[in-house]
C-alpha cells in the first residue's frame, strides 16, 4: 500500500451507506446517530471526497474540487486555523462561503459549485449546503488529512468518482488567468 494511503487519520467504526456513488454535487450527511468524540475530516484526492467523522462514525461525505496541476491541493495532516462564514479570497476575490482554512498560504475548505471539470486554485471545494453543516461542528484545531487512496479496503470501488467526459482541447479552453503576484504576502 502506498505511504499516502497509510496517513493517519481516524478510527472509522461506521461508515455512510449509498446505493450509487456520488456525482458532481451531491454528499450525504447523516449525524442522528453521532457518537460523541472529536471531529476529524479526510479529504481523499484520489476519490475526489471528503470524509466527515465525529468519534469514529462517519456523518458525512460529499464529492469534492482540489486544486489543478498548476496550483495543486497540498497534502498531509493540518489543523483548522480559522473560520469565517463569509469570506472573500485575498488572493483572487472569489467567494469563499463557509470557509474553515487549513494553511496561511491560501488552502482552505470551502463551500463552492462543484462541476464536472472545475478545479481551484489548491483548496478543497464542497457543495454549499454541505460546506454550511461541516461549519457548524468544526472547530479551529479539528484535524484535516489530506491524501490519496482512503481506507481503499472500507470505501473500495464505491467511492471512486464516475468516468469523466474527455476535457475540452487546450484551443478551446478558457483562457488561464495570470498568477497574482504574491510578494506582498
Not at 5 to 13: M, S, T, W
Not at 25 to 34: M, N, R, V
Not at 94 to 123: D, K, Q, Y
Request: proline residues 11%; glycine residues 8%; contains cysteine.
Amino acid at each position: 500500500m502506498p505511504a499516502a494511503a497509510q496517513a493517519k487519520g481516524p478510527e472509522v467504526r461506521t461508515a455512510l451507506t449509498s446505493e450509487t456513488p456520488l456525482v458532481h454535487g451531491e454528499y450525504l450527511w447523516d449525524d442522528s446517530a453521532t457518537a460523541t468524540g472529536p471531529t476529524r475530516i479526510v479529504v481523499d484526492l484520489a476519490t475526489e471526497q471528503l470524509h466527515v467523522y465525529r468519534g469514529g462514525v462517519e456523518v458525512g461525505r460529499a464529492f469534492i474540487l482540489y486544486g489543478a496541476d498548476h496550483k495543486p491541493t497540498p497534502t498531509g495532516t493540518f489543523p483548522i486555523l480559522q473560520r469565517k462564514r463569509d469570506h472573500i479570497s485575498n488572493l483572487y476575490g472569489a467567494p469563499m462561503p463557509f470557509m474553515l482554512r487549513l494553511t496561511w498560504t491560501g488552502i482552505a475548505i470551502h463551500g463552492s459549485e462543484v462541476e464536472t471539470n472545475a478545479a481551484t486554485h489548491g483548496c478543497v471545494g464542497v457543495p454549499d449546503e454541505f460546506a454550511a453543516r461541516l461549519f457548524e461542528i468544526a472547530k479551529v484545531g479539528d484535524v484535516v488529512t489530506v491524501t490519496r487512496n482512503w481506507r481503499p479496503e472500507l470505501y473500495g470501488e464505491d467511492a471512486a468518482p464516475s468516468p469523466q467526459p474527455a476535457p475540452p482541447p487546450a484551443e478551446a479552453a478558457a483562457p488561464m488567468l495570470p498568477e497574482p503576484d504574491l510578494s506582498a504576502l
